[in-house]
């Protein structure tokens, strides 16, 4: 009996490729758009009130503590304890995130973790 590898269908591909293009693309704008674009940047810092300048501020304390990497690692690692979408999408999401932003090293761990993954059997249908 040969056992299923852990794949994703058709439907689900494409949810993944809404979640890794929204996540990258958001991350993009963020980054080129308000913390490399220094006119948005330095208003932020001093003390402009508004959406994207709380998301700049959150975005930056994040990178700090390299949040994105570690959700990624934390869900990428479950994944393949236990493979689940909902654990490749949030893992998809924060290292396309976290790859933008810069924590590259935790989050391109997590990538190739979630590649591993896909060598996975599949979890037993109940």
Not at 106 to 113: E, G, K, R
């Given at each position: 009996m040969q056992t299923r590898l852990f794949l994703p269908t058709a439907r689900q591909t494409n949810w993944l490729l809404i979640v890794g293009f929204l996540s990258v693309g958001y991350a993009i704008y963020l980054r080129y758009l308000a913390i490399e674009y220094a006119p948005v940047a330095l208003a932020c810092q001093g003390g402009m009130q508004s959406a994207l300048c709380t998301t700049f501020r959150t975005v930056i304390v994040f990178f700090n503590y390299s949040v994105f990497g570690w959700v990624a690692l934390v869900a990428a690692l479950l994944n393949l304890v236990r493979p689940s979408m909902v654990l490749v999408t949030v893992a998809l999401a924060a290292a396309g995130f976290g790859l933008v932003m810069h924590n590259a090293g935790?989050?391109?761990?997590?990538?190739?973790?979630l590649v591993l993954s896909l060598a996975r059997p599949a979890p037993a249908e109940e």
């Open positions: 935790l989050c391109a761990l997590a990538a190739a973790l």
